[in-house]
């Protein structure tokens, strides 16, 4: 059986150690920032996330990129050449279209290695929503099984990835196009948090609003105990956006409340943070649906 790599984006949100430990090939999306383009590499090496957030807290507007066709060929060809295949797992192709390009990059390469498998997912998951389907699917790597198992694992899987997450402000998202202006409302209404999760289609759905941010964090463990599987069992993992107290208080929760023994948390990365916006905790976990 032929070695393969699996390859993600830095909208996993993964933190860069264990990306390493697992081995991850991570390609870097681009943001622009006060006329400067910066890579959101998971180490934060050209921007620091905690300066990052301050600079949008300031009023910084920030645009981003996607991974193009030749960067994933770039990245997919050294791997080929040294005669391993490649299990690509991208962000949501309803939010970006960073998964296009991969499939595109795939097609082509595939003439070039007759020999090698070249198999991408559309994850339909976003920040460590992604992160926790490539980290379990690096877990099924890890225990012996072949690229197309943990191919179709992941295909299985992704529609179990539950995202639930609340941002401070909804005009964030509005301005990226990723929830309409109608939805935008929410946002402006005195003391009210919104509360939202990602569909079957891997979109950003508004769910609810709750009066006051500690309500809001509450709300995301309301979600989790209807619909998890087995959460004693799990590893939780939740990302934030400049607001770690707030993450470590729902960590604490689901501890809690459903028993969860090990929870992850990192920053949501610049390139998913300047569209969610500081401010926005975010709780991922199997469910029976998102």
């Not at 090496?45 to 030749?70: K, L, M």
């Not at 107290?245 to 610049?270: H, K, Q, T």
Request: charged fraction near 25%; include cysteine.
């Amino acid at each position: 059986m032929r070695d393969f790599v699996i390859m993600t984006d830095s909208c996993c949100d993964l933190s860069d150690r264990t990306a390493r430990e697992l081995g991850l090939e991570v390609l870097p999306l681009v943001f622009h920032l006060k006329g400067t383009d910066y890579a959101n590499y998971l180490d934060g090496r050209e921007i620091s996330f905690p300066d990052f957030y301050a600079q949008v807290r300031g009023g910084e507007n920030v645009t981003t990129a996607a991974v193009n066709v030749g960067q994933f060929e770039a990245a997919m060809r050294p791997i080929l050449e040294s005669g391993r295949d490649v299990l690509s797992i991208s962000f949501s192709s309803a939010l970006s279209t960073t998964y296009q390009s991969s499939v595109i990059a795939a097609e082509g390469l595939r003439s070039e290695f007759p020999d090698a498998k070249i198999l991408t997912v559309d994850s339909l998951c976003a920040s460590l929503g992604q992160g926790l389907l490539v980290w379990l699917c690096a877990k099924e790597k890890q225990a012996g099984r072949s690229i197309d198992e943990v191919c179709a694992y992941a295909e299985e899987t992704k529609g179990r990835v539950c995202h639930w997450f609340t941002v401070d402000d909804l005009n964030h998202l509005k301005r990226g196009g990723r929830v309409s202006a109608a939805a935008a409302l929410f946002g402006t209404m005195l003391s009210v948090k919104p509360v939202l999760h990602v569909d079957d289609e891997g979109r950003l759905i508004p769910m609810s609003k709750v009066r006051g941010r500690k309500s809001s964090l509450l709300a995301l463990v309301d979600a989790m105990e209807k619909t998890a599987v087995d959460p004693a069992g799990q590893t939780v993992f939740i990302s934030h956006g400049d607001c770690e107290e707030d993450a470590r208080f729902v960590g604490d929760e689901i501890r809690r409340r459903l028993g969860v023994p090990e929870v992850r948390i990192n920053y949501i990365g610049p390139v998913v943070g300047s569209h969610a916006g500081p401010g926005t905790v975010a709780l991922f976990f199997l469910g029976n649906k998102r």
